[in-house]
Nanobody, 111 residues
Framework: QVHVVESGGGLVQPGGSLRLSCAAS????????IAWYRQAPGKQRELVARLNSGGSTFYSDSVKGRFSISRDNTKNTVDLQMDSLKPEDTAVYYC?????WGQGTQVTVSS
């Protein structure tokens, strides 16, 4: 029984920051491949950032240099630090641990 739950979304002004968190249970978290995706209105879901158990990271070109993914294996959590947010970052953000998905958390960037 795997549970993945995101939190930390909300409304923020352009240029602001948010930190999303994802809590996972029912998996061997330290061995998991974790990632953040997002889906904007009318668009397909896209990969934002990925971090595997070996420490390798991937960022999409649109967020590189602004977002940072990290994990805490003692807490079974994965975070996405989002800085210099833009209106185009507005989307529902989803956490994935291996093949398990969270329910999503809304991020809205608007003045």
């Amino acid at each position: 029984q795997v549970h993945v739950v995101e939190s930390g979304g909300g409304l923020v002004q352009p240029g602001g920051s948010l930190r999303l968190s994802c809590a996972a249970s029912g998996i061997i978290f330290r061995l998991s491949d974790i990632a953040w995706y997002r889906q904007a209105p009318g668009k397909q879901r896209e990969l934002v950032a990925r971090l595997n158990s070996g420490g390798s990271t991937f960022y999409s070109d649109s967020v590189k240099g602004r977002f940072s993914i990290s994990r805490d294996n003692t807490k079974n959590t994965v975070d996405l630090q989002m800085d210099s947010l833009k209106p185009e970052d507005t989307a529902v953000y989803y956490c994935r641990c291996d093949v398990s998905w969270g329910q999503g958390t809304q991020v809205t960037v608007s003045s």
